[in-house]
C-alpha cells in the first residue's frame, strides 16, 4: 500500500477519520514527528532509537474539497485544514464545489454527487502534485455501514464485498468526458496550427538504438490504511494524541441512508453482537476473495465462448465495426450464477468500462436478466438497447454486441512539453519530457514490485489487455510535438517484444483491446504519422528508452 511510492496526496475533512490519518502518516514519514503534543521530542527520540523506520515517500500533499452544504461551517472546516496544513508546513490544496446544485441540476442524490465531485477532485490533484496514493479515513466502521447500505439495496457479492484497501479511484467516465470536451476541442485547434513545426523539428532529430526494458506507471490509486480498525479505536487515537478535529453535524441527520444505519442498525446489530463490526468486514473479504476468484473464471468462460472473426488480409475496417459475438450454445452450458457473471464481463468489455463503472449502476441487475432472455431458443432477431449506446441482438446461435455509432475517428489532438495533459478518445494523457536517464531503472523496480503486490488484474486492466498504460521513451528521439490519432486502415508498426512489423489492428487484437473500441483506439504518433506508443500496446522500438538513453520522456495514459 505505502512501499515504495512518490507521494501521497491526503484528503483531509476536518475530521476525526481524516486527521487521525494525516498524522499517522506524517509520523511515518518524519520519523515519529505528528500533530499531538510532545512530538518533536518523539520524533528525536524515534529516529535515534530507530533511524531505518521513516519510509521513502518524497512529500504528502493534503486535498480538502469543501462541499457547499454546511454554509458557514463548511467554510470553517476549510479553514480549519489550511491552519493545519501550515502549522506542519505542507502543501495544501482547497477547493469548493456547489454539490447540492449539481445534484438538483442532474437529478440525482446529493450523497452520489458529492462522491463522484470529490473523487474527480482528488484525481485531478494527486496528478497535478505527483502523487502516486490518494489517501483516505475509510475505516472498518465505515466498511460495515457500506455492506448493510447495499445489502438493504440487494446488491450481489460484487456490491457486498464493499470498500477495497486499495482500488482504482471510482470517479465517473462521463463527468470527467463532458468536463475535458472544450479542452480537447483546444487542443485539436493546437495540433493543426502546430503540425508545420513539428514535421520539421522531426527531421533533425535522431534516435537511440535497441531499448534493454520498458516501464509501466500505473495511474494513482486510491488506499485506505485505516480500513482495519474500527471508527471508535480511531476516536480513542485522536483523545490519546489530544488531535483537534471537527465535527460534522450532518451526520447526525437521519435524512441521510448512512446515517440511519449507522444511529439505528449498527446499534442494533450490536446488541446482538458486540463485535458485529469486525464480523461483517470479514465478511466483506471473504465475498471480495470470492468476487476475484469468479471474475477470473467468468473472463476464462467468455474467452471459450467467443466467437472470432476472420481475419482480413486488407484491414477492410468494414470487418472491424466494433461488434463481439459470442456461442449461445457456450453460454447456455454454464450454471445460471456464472453465466450471468459472463454476461456481465461481456458488457464491460464491450463497454470499455470499468468494474466501478458496473457496480455503480450504469448496467443494472435489471439489464443483464434481459440479456440473459435473449438466449432462450424463441429469441433470435430480439435486441435490447443498454445504457451508453450498446445494442445486444440474438443471431441464430450468437450472441451480438456493438455499441452504436462506432465510426473511426477523425480526432488530432497534439500533445508537447508545453500542453502536457490532452484528452482523447476516453483517455487522459500526459507527457513529460527531458527527464534523467538514471531514473529508468528505478522506475521499472517500482512498476515490478506494484505489479507483483496488488496485481493490475485487481484494479481491472489486464481484463483488457492495458498492461502498457505508461512507457519510458528515448527523449531524443522524440520530436517536440507528438499527435493523438485513431488507426488507419493496414498501419503497421515494429514494436519491443515482435521481430518485424506488425499490423496495429493485429496487436490490439493480441493485447484484448475491446473490439468495440479498435476502431477509435488513440495512437501517439510523430507527425509525420510514425506510431510511437498506444495505451495497451508496446512502444515502438525506435523511440523506447534503453540503459544508455541519457534523458527520458514518459507518456502515462489513465481511463476517463
Not at 456490491?159 to 483546444?186: C, T, Y
Not at 473472463?299 to 467467443?306: C, F
Not at 504518433?525 to 544508455?548: H, K, N, Q
Amino acid at each position: 500500500m505505502l512501499d515504495a511510492i512518490t507521494g501521497v496526496l491526503v484528503a483531509v475533512s476536518g475530521g476525526p477519520d481524516s486527521v487521525a490519518l494525516l498524522e499517522m502518516l506524517l509520523r511515518l514519514t518524519s520519523g515519529g514527528r505528528g500533530l499531538g503534543v510532545g512530538d518533536e521530542q518523539e520524533a528525536k527520540s524515534s529516529s535515534a532509537a530507530h533511524p531505518n523506520t521513516q519510509l521513502p515517500i518524497r512529500h504528502l500533499h493534503i486535498a480538502h474539497l469543501d462541499h457547499m452544504l454546511r454554509g458557514r461551517e463548511s467554510a470553517e472546516d476549510a479553514e480549519f485544514v489550511r491552519a493545519l496544513a501550515d502549522r506542519l508546513g505542507l502543501q495544501i490544496t482547497i477547493n469548493s464545489a456547489d454539490v447540492r446544485a449539481a445534484a438538483e441540476a442532474a437529478g440525482r442524490g446529493v450523497e452520489e454527487t458529492a462522491r463522484e465531485i470529490r473523487y474527480a477532485f482528488l484525481l485531478r490533484v494527486a496528478k497535478e502534485t505527483g502523487c502516486d496514493r490518494i489517501a483516505v479515513g475509510h475505516t472498518m466502521t465505515d466498511q460495515a455501514e457500506t455492506f448493510v447500505m447495499r445489502l438493504i439495496r440487494g446488491a450481489g457479492s460484487r456490491g457486498l464485498a464493499a470498500i477495497r484497501a486499495v482500488s482504482a479511484v471510482p470517479v465517473s467516465r462521463q463527468e470527467k468526458a463532458e468536463g475535458g470536451r472544450q479542452k480537447a476541442e483546444d487542443s485539436r485547434q493546437k495540433a493543426e496550427g502546430g503540425t508545420q513545426k513539428a514535421e520539421e523539428d522531426s527531421l533533425s532529430t535522431g534516435y537511440c538504438l535497441l531499448p534493454s526494458a520498458f516501464c509501466l506507471l500505473p495511474s494513482p490509486l486510491l488506499i485506505r490504511p485505516l480500513l482495519c480498525i474500527t471508527r471508535e479505536e480511531v476516536e480513542a487515537y485522536c483523545r490519546e494524541r489530544q488531535l483537534e478535529f471537527r465535527t460534522d453535524v450532518t451526520n447526525q441527520d437521519s435524512h441521510y441512508t448512512r446515517n440511519r444505519i449507522r444511529s439505528e442498525v449498527i446499534p442494533a446489530m450490536t446488541a446482538i453482537n458486540p463485535r458485529v463490526v469486525e464480523s461483517i468486514a470479514r465478511a466483506a473479504e471473504n465475498l471480495a476473495s470470492d468476487q476475484d476468484a469468479l471474475d477470473s473464471l467468468s473472463i476464462s468462460l467468455l474467452d471459450n465462448a467467443r466467437i472470432e472473426s476472420p481475419d482480413d488480409p486488407d484491414d477492410n475496417p468494414a470487418h472491424d465495426d466494433g461488434s463481439a459475438a459470442y456461442s449461445v450454445t457456450v453460454l447456455l452450458e454454464q450454471p445460471p450464477g456464472i453465466r450471468r457473471r459472463v454476461i456481465i464481463e461481456a458488457l464491460r468489455l464491450a463497454r470499455g468500462t470499468t468494474d466501478a463503472e458496473l457496480a455503480a449502476g450504469e448496467v443494472s441487475s435489471t439489464h443483464v436478466r434481459a440479456v440473459e432472455a435473449l438466449l432462450s431458443p424463441a429469441a433470435s432477431g430480439k435486441r435490447v438497447t443498454l445504457p451508453g449506446g450498446l445494442e445486444v441482438w440474438r443471431e441464430f446461435d450468437d450472441l451480438v454486441l456493438k455499441k452504436a455509432g462506432v465510426e473511426p475517428g477523425d480526432y488530432q489532438i497534439a500533445i508537447s512539453a508545453s500542453d502536457r495533459d490532452v484528452q482523447a478518445a476516453g483517455f487522459g494523457f500526459t507527457l513529460e519530457r527531458d527527464l534523467p536517464g538514471a531514473l529508468l531503472k528505478s522506475v521499472i523496480e517500482t512498476t515490478q514490485r506494484e505489479r507483483a503486490r496488488i496485481g493490475l488484474d485487481r484494479i481491472g486492466l489486464d481484463r483488457i489487455g492495458l498492461d502498457w498504460m505508461a512507457v519510458a521513451l528515448a527523449d531524443c528521439a522524440l520530436p517536440d510535438c507528438l499527435i493523438i490519432r485513431a488507426r488507419q486502415p493496414g498501419e503497421r508498426a515494429h514494436v519491443v517484444g515482435q521481430r518485424q512489423t506488425k499490423k496495429l489492428k493485429n496487436l490490439m487484437i493480441d493485447h484484448r483491446i475491446p473490439s468495440s473500441r479498435r476502431a477509435n483506439w488513440p495512437l501517439v504518433t510523430t507527425p509525420d504519422g510514425r506510431y510511437v506508443w498506444s495505451p495497451g500496446l508496446p512502444p515502438a522500438l525506435e523511440f523506447a528508452a534503453r540503459d544508455e538513453s541519457q534523458r527520458l520522456a514518459i507518456l502515462r495514459a489513465s481511463a476517463i
